[in-house]
């Protein structure tokens, strides 16, 4: 299936620096969605966008679902070590009910 | 997502035997997702399941590779005649399909299979 283009692939950053990543795709998607996942756990859901050019907050956590609908980004400010983790973007259609996931963005903060 | 279960949490076959993985959704959840995850990457779309129904099985590998969610019980990944290149973190995940909500996929911890 239609697998998305996230970068970057990793990232290491300082406490407290801001953090920056984005998701492609060639395909339009109904949803954009962003999950982190802890090491050993599963991915859980950070924040779900649902029109194009919407920009939601959770938090320290701000992302916006492109204009085109091909694309989201995810912003994180003022990075705290628990930000640790990996980060997956993922698109959703409706019309064959088909979620994909990016390969993740692997994020590393230095206390 | 504490809601969807897996077990076992780890798993460890020698080649050539069987592994079965299972996945109890969430409560009123009614679609189960199987994604592989191998170390250092994403998450690979494997399997959708509706009860009793396959929907989507285009990312699971046609041999030795099987998957079910039956009327009653978990959902079951079953892996027969397991090889190395078969380890991996392997995770399943359940949305209500309710109409409003349908794109949020609730995950559980994962099954880690090794393969020795």
């Known amino acids: 299936g239609q697998q998305l283009n996230q970068s970057p692939q990793s990232m290491f950053i300082q406490e407290g620096e801001d953090v920056s990543m984005n998701c492609t795709s060639s395909s339009i998607f109904n949803t954009w969605l962003w999950y982190k996942q802890d090491p050993g756990e599963g991915p859980v859901l950070l924040i779900a966008l649902y029109k194009a050019g919407e920009l939601t907050s959770n938090g320290r956590l701000t992302a916006q679902f492109g204009i085109t609908r091909k694309d989201s980004f995810l912003n994180i400010s003022a990075s705290i070590p628990s930000d640790v983790g990996i980060y997956f973007c993922?698109?959703?259609?409706?019309?064959?009910?088909?979620?994909?996931f990016g390969a993740g963005t692997r994020l590393t903060v230095k206390p | 997502n504490a809601g969807v279960m897996q077990n076992p949490r780890h798993l460890v076959r020698r080649r050539g035997q069987e592994a079965r993985l299972r996945c109890s959704p969430m409560k009123g959840h009614s679609h189960v997702y199987w994604y592989r995850q191998l170390p250092e990457e994403g998450l690979k779309f494997m399997v959708y399941l509706q009860k009793e129904n396959i929907i989507d099985e285009s990312g699971m590998p046609k041999e030795r590779f099987s998957a079910e969610f039956p009327k009653e019980g978990p959902s079951i990944l079953r892996i027969q005649q397991v090889v190395r290149g078969d380890s991996a973190a392997y995770f399943c995940?359940?949305?209500?399909?309710?109409?409003?909500?349908?794109?949020?996929?609730?995950f559980g911890s994962g099954t880690q299979l090794s393969v020795l």
């Open positions: 993922a698109g959703y259609q409706y019309n064959n009910n088909d979620m994909r």
């Open positions: 995940a359940s949305s209500p399909q309710d109409g409003a909500t349908n794109e949020k996929l609730f």
